[in-house]
């Protein structure tokens, strides 16, 4: 099995430009998540998904950001526009049964 | 709602020292405990885990032992090696709640040769 899938590793962008960040679960799982990781703040969750549909987006900071699942294979996490503060490492995480987690290997975003 | 608070690091040890880190937490329901590992530039990766009272989980020489008396679940490894070196999460999914997994803040630990 391949894993979780995240593209690109790295973005550096200039603020005020979009920025889209994306997710390939493992076959299989019913549920995807969206983190944050910062110094400041640890890891944060963002949003999940449970059978494509978004349940909680509590965590989602403010409406520059937006994230969709249009199938079972495919989640994508934008923020427009991108602010210095948004840097981070963006995680994307998959499930089955609420139990272990499956950790992709992360999205470095540098927002200058 | 659900908490889990771990010791603050960073932890550093020499090669061969005895490792703990601990763990404690707070869930309305019936959770299961995790301790996640993050090695540098990597995702978080699943280390061990308990899904019931008194079971011990264990993997690469660490274990840990899900304690409800105590609402504990410490992380030990008897004898630790530079490899070891990268941030630990301890993590609980409660059934009987909301099933959105919460993390600790993570702690590091440096292992010097």
């Known amino acids: 099995d391949a894993g979780v899938i995240q593209s690109p590793r790295h973005e550096v962008t200039e603020m005020g430009q979009e920025v889209t960040l994306r997710c390939k679960p493992i076959?299989?799982?019913?549920?995807l998540f969206w983190y944050r990781q910062t110094m400041m703040r640890g890891l944060e969750l963002l949003i999940y998904f449970n059978n494509n549909v978004p349940i909680d987006d509590s965590g989602m900071p403010e409406d520059r950001f937006s994230a969709k699942m249009p199938n079972a294979s495919f989640s994508t996490l934008k923020i427009q526009p991108s602010e210095p503060r948004d840097s981070a490492v963006y995680f994307c995480?998959?499930?089955?049964?609420?139990?272990?987690?499956?950790f992709g290997p992360g999205t470095r975003l540098l927002v200058l | 709602g659900d908490s889990v608070t771990q010791m603050e690091g960073p932890v550093t040890l020499s090669e061969e020292a005895f490792l703990t880190i601990n763990c404690t937490y707070t869930a309305t329901g019936y959770p299961s405990l995790f301790w996640y590992v993050q090695y540098p530039g990597e995702g978080l990766q699943l280390l061990l885990k308990a899904t019931k009272a008194d079971d011990k989980g264990s993997n690469k020489g660490f274990e840990a032992t899900y304690r409800k008396e105590t609402t504990s679940f410490h992380l030990e490894k008897g004898s630790v090696q530079v490899s070891d070196s990268a941030v630990y999460f301890c993590?609980?999914?409660?059934?009987?709640?909301?099933?959105?997994?919460?993390f600790g803040r993570g702690t590091s630990l440096i292992v010097h040769p």
């Open positions: 993590a609980l999914s409660d059934q009987g709640g909301s099933y959105i997994p919460t």
């Open positions: 076959s299989g799982h019913n549920s």
């Open positions: 995480a998959s499930t089955t049964g609420w139990e272990t987690q499956y």
